[in-house]
């Protein structure tokens, strides 16, 4: 990356991934927006030399008022857990995004997606991603490339509660099944990569995962080792039990039916990585290298 005049702006720029966008631009000199829901959050990034511009993802106004004048913008619809409609607030935002990108005349844009978003069904929350890479591609002027990333290997941290409760890890996926995971932080890097050259030209997916599959067997092994507990195993839970469990936890029903939906997808090899995974497809952090942040999280996190 080489420092330029380009300004650019970064929704969710608090996020795991957002925040490694918005470092890695303004470390090589750009100007950077930086947009999230709490202004106070977006300090630290305004230290660093960024612009605040916080608000609501689902406002027209504040998105157009960031997106306007800029080069390229990071785009993405933050997940909302609480909500009890989830893929109506997922349309909500996006319907807001792209409202935002006509009206400014915005050129470019990367577009936070996921593997599986081709899909239009059995793909659990994904589903809201295929329609939001839809409603950009509909902008025909509009240059954007909708980065699919795989699985979020900080997605195994929700597995603390269960290994420190239970002695094992578990989820509804297979435990032998290959899973293309990835970390957030090399997500953050590839885009902030492509924002950065800005080569892409009209409409493109572009799939994203870490250097090889993973199984949650395997991940389980590595994680286990690296919280001295060498002998952790893996349990594959009957949908139906994980679903009662995450209700039991406290998350809405609307959420967890996404879930499981997105679970039985990947399990049933819907969800899957389909394009060449050349070099420039794999990020760089290994399951090993992700285990000493988990390990450090797993420490950290206080037994229930």
């Known amino acids: 990356m080489t420092s330029g005049s380009r300004t650019y702006a970064v929704m969710g720029a608090t996020g795991h991934i957002g925040k490694v966008v918005t470092e890695r631009l303004l470390r090589a000199g750009y100007q950077v927006r930086v947009m999230g829901r709490s202004a106070d959050r977006l300090k630290g990034l305004m230290g660093q030399g960024a612009i605040s511009h916080p608000g609501a993802f ?14 390229a913008v990071f785009a993405m619809i933050p997940p909302d857990y609480t909500t009890g409609n989830f893929l109506a607030y997922q349309d909500r935002v996006g319907s807001a995004i792209a409202r935002a990108v006509q009206t400014t005349g915005l050129p470019s844009v990367v577009n936070l997606s996921s593997i599986g978003a081709q899909l239009s069904e059995k793909n659990g929350p994904i ?22 990333p795989g699985y979020f290997m900080e ?3 929700w597995s603390i509660p269960t290994i420190q409760s239970l002695g094992i890890n578990g989820s509804p996926l297979k435990g032998d099944l290959p899973v293309p995971m990835v970390a957030t932080r090399d997500i953050g890097a590839k885009a902030a990569e492509f924002l950065a050259d800005l080569q892409f030209r009209g409409h493109a997916a572009f799939e994203f995962v870490g250097p090889k599959p993973v199984t949650m067997q395997e991940a389980t092994s590595v994680l286990g080792k690296a919280i001295g507990k060498p002998d952790s195993k893996y349990v594959q839970f009957p949908y139906e039990e994980a679903e009662q469990a995450m209700l039991a936890a406290g998350m809405k029903p609307d959420v967890v039916g996404l879930f499981i939906e997105m679970d039985r997808g990947l399990n049933d090899g819907l969800i899957r990585a389909t394009q060449p995974m050349t070099r420039d497809h794999l990020g760089s952090t290994s399951i090993e290298h992700f285990a000493e942040e988990f390990a450090a999280a797993f420490r950290a996190t206080p037994r229930k």
Request: charged share 35%.
């Open 58 to 71: 689902d406002d027209t106004d504040v998105l157009a008022g960031a997106f306007r004048g800029v080069d």
């Open 155 to 157: 997605n195994l941290l």
């Open 127 to 148: 589903r809201g991603l295929h329609k939001q890479e839809i409603r950009l591609n509909d902008i025909k002027e509009l240059r954007v490339v909708h980065l699919r």
